[in-house]
């Protein structure tokens, strides 16, 4: 079947390729030149393991193509989706500015009966209006119908996620719509939950949320667990054994970050709001990670008093590994608190440096290397749990640092190997190790 699809950002293009891979003719649009150019040549603008592959093979085939032309990428075009971005506003509402222009390009530049398909995250209500907006600016009388259809992929597996999703959420208020979107989804081979247009848009924001409270829920009994001496690394397995909790999303760490938890559960607050609805629990929600943020910084203080003149290793900088994206990454927080405190932030990432240098202060050194990250520093911090930093031995960090101390975010090391080393360890929700001769 011929697609469009609108923005080619980790969602887009993913979804785009994706399509194209099952046997579609996509057409992909983005207005940014430059990435239409890149991705043209089989080059995607982001890091995405298997993404290259897949993109190269398809437009070899035909079946994969790029534009900067709207009328161009809807010619024909039975299904278009909206993959642009809803980033946060201040006031914590999700921004539906790019969505709803990429409404109007569609009254304005479509030849035929469409259906819209909308992937990017957007608050209740908002497929409605974007079926409006696009009805108000049509010249011609074309049906055109909106389908919900949120998307759930992670940023680092977003390929293996689109194929292997646990399942793929339609919603529809008319039947032909939902059945295009079936037809167009059955050959990934997913369970498809179909629903209402509301309830769609619900149930990515819910979901959302509820993994967003899961990782502050485990993040504060990690807080209880360093007070009362408890372990939260057992305690999470324990508590994941049971089938109705879960083991996903119970890894204590320094909060969650990325394009999406921080903003869509400050929008969902928003929303809650406009319907006189205080969503208190969701509120304490955000307060926790804003402050499981600032935790390893908090805790430098606590050993060092002050922080003038530290050295320290940044090991790690996007909000997670195998992303190059920085959106929202606790190293933001991080840095900028120890420039403010008077350290040297000396900061090492395999592939987020390069969009780490806009966000972090302008003062922080930037290395090729973990080993040349601690080297010579005062203490460590584990921002991102890569396999390059994982790949540290306490044998380095003794080596190598003036003094072998870690704050580690990510509980990359067992407390036993630590407590074999001369160093000092301070993790999340876990006993420090201080013994050192
Ligand atoms: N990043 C993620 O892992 C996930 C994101 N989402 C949601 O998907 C949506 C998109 O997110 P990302 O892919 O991260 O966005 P992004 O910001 O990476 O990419 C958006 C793209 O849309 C393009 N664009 C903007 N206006 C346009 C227009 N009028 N015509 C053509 N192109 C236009 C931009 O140039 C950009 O390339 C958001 O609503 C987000 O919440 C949902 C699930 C996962
Ligand atoms: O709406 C979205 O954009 C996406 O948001 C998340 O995906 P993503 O942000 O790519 O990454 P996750 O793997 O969910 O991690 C988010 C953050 O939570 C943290 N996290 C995750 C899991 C955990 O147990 N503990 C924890 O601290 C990660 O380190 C990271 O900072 C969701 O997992 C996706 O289903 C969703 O589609």
Not at 201 to 229: D, G, P, Q, R, V
Request: glycine letters at 8%; aromatic letters at 8%.
């Amino acid at each position: 079947m011929q697609i469009a699809v609108v923005g080619t950002g980790y969602v887009g293009l993913v979804t785009g390729v994706c399509l194209s891979e099952i046997g579609h003719d996509v057409t992909c649009v983005d207005i940014d030149e430059q990435k239409v150019e890149r991705m043209r040549q089989g080059l995607s603008p982001i890091y995405e393991p298997g993404l290259d592959e897949l993109m190269k093979a398809n437009i070899d085939r035909g079946r994969l193509h790029f534009t900067t032309n709207h009328k161009e990428a809807f010619a024909g075009a039975k299904a278009i989706y909206i993959a642009v971005g809803t980033p946060q506003r201040e006031d914590g509402q999700a921004d539906l500015r790019f969505v709803e222009q990429v409404a109007i390009d569609i009254a304005s530049n479509i030849e035929n009966d469409v259906v819209v398909v909308t992937k990017s995250t957007v608050p209740v209500g908002t497929n409605e209006r974007v079926q409006s907006i696009v009805r108000e600016h049509l010249k011609e009388d074309y049906k055109v119908h909106s389908v919900s259809n949120p998307e759930f992929l992670r940023e680092g597996s977003a390929v293996k996620d689109t194929f292997e999703g646990d399942r793929i959420v339609i919603g529809s208020n008319n039947e032909e719509a939902a059945a295009l979107l079936e037809e167009i989804n059955r050959p990934f081979g997913i369970e498809i939950f179909k629903t209402d247009i509301r309830s769609a848009e619900m149930i990515k924001y819910a979901s959302n949320a509820f993994l967003a409270t899961k990782i502050s829920f485990i993040n504060e009994i990690a807080n209880l667990c360093e007070k009362l001496e408890a372990d939260v690394e057992d305690v999470a397995a324990g508590m994941g054994l049971d089938d109705r909790i879960g083991s996903k999303f119970l890894k204590a760490g320094i909060g969650y970050g990325g394009s999406c938890f921080p903003k869509d559960t400050s929008a969902l607050v928003q929303i809650a709001s406009y319907v006189q609805h205080d969503f208190n629990l969701l509120k304490s929600v955000i307060q926790v990670n804003g402050e499981q943020q600032r935790m390893l910084v908090t805790k430098a203080k606590q050993r060092f008093g002050s922080l003038e003149g530290k050295r320290v290793a940044m090991l790690g900088l996007a909000f997670k590994p195998n992303t190059d994206d920085m959106r929202e990454a606790a190293s933001i927080t991080l840095a900028h608190e120890l420039v403010k405190e008077g350290a040297t932030v000396v900061a090492y990432d395999p592939i987020a440096a390069d969009n780490a240098k806009k966000l972090l202060p302008s003062e922080t050194l930037y290395v090729e290397s973990p080993d040349e990250a601690i080297a010579g520093a005062d203490f460590a911090m584990i921002v991102t749990e890569w396999d390059q930093v994982k790949a540290l031995t306490f044998h380095d960090y003794i080596e190598k640092m003036n003094e072998p101390i870690i704050f580690d975010g990510r509980n990359c090391y067992s407390l036993e190997q630590a407590a074999q080393h001369p160093v000092e360890y301070y993790s999340v929700g876990r006993k420090n190790i201080t013994s050192r001769n």
